[in-house]
């Protein structure tokens, strides 16, 4: 996949600066045309820690920033953000000790009347975008990814990977640190029915508490 898609969108590898520094990447960020994605998005969406001054052990990887996302510049602070935090207390992970980013860095929507309607990005984007994950997860060094949805379990673990069939179990990719792919709590948000959203809603709490038990080794 990845050698296909990668003839048509030059990538963001060239515009990853060699540095030791977050702060210098997530500025970088911002100047990416490593593919079409930027031209639509209000600004780059980098990854976050939160406010504990301790090593994160843990890296959460979405799959893009949605419509507040790309307004505010922080990831996960819209609906689904609200939806994750609940979950990670749940699951007893301090939310403030976690790396939180996103698999693409720009929103990629389209308009429905008023409102931006998110869009799933291609694997060709995905593609384009990992250098900057990459990058991420250098400067990190995390113990454990946790990738939240299809997007992100994928682009690590390739496109054969489904969430449903192996959500909740630490797997080992070449190149990658340890991976427990879990659901998107965006696409919770979505199923139609309360029962549906309670019962998506506890196997992610309950795949959260693996990822914890696994970094208590
Ligand atoms: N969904 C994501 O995948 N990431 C965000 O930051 C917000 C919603
Ligand atoms: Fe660069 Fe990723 Fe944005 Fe594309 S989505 S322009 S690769 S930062």
Not at 27 to 34: K, S, T
Request: some cysteine; overall charge positive; hydrophobic content about 40%.
């Amino acid at each position: 996949m990845a050698s296909r898609q990668s003839s048509k969108v030059p990538g963001a590898a060239e515009f990853v600066p060699p540095t030791r520094s977050l702060a210098v990447l997530a500025e970088a960020v911002q100047g990416c045309r490593g593919c079409d994605l930027y031209r639509n998005a209000t600004q780059a969406v980098f990854g976050q820690t939160g406010s504990s001054a301790k090593k994160p052990r843990l890296m959460m990887v979405g799959e893009q920033p949605g419509d507040r996302e790309d307004r505010e510049g922080v990831p996960f602070v819209g609906p689904a953000g609200r939806l994750l935090d609940q979950c990670l207390e749940e699951a007893g992970i301090d939310r403030r000790e976690v790396y939180v980013t996103n698999t693409v860095k720009h929103f990629k929507w389209e308009p429905r009347g008023k409102v931006r309607l998110h869009k799933k990005p291609s694997a060709g984007e995905i593609f384009a975008c990992r250098p900057w994950l990459q990058a991420e997860i250098e400067m990190i060094e995390p113990e454990l990814l946790v990738a939240l949805g299809a997007t992100a379990a994928q682009a690590i673990l390739g496109a054969q990977f489904r969430v449903t069939q192996s959500h909740g179990e630490v797997m080992r990719a070449e190149g990658w640190p340890p991976v427990l792919a879990t659901a998107h709590p965006a696409s919770i948000l979505r199923a139609p029915r309360d029962e549906d959203r309670h019962r998506q809603a506890a196997e992610l709490v309950q795949d959260l508490r693996n990822a914890k038990k696994f970094l208590r080794k």
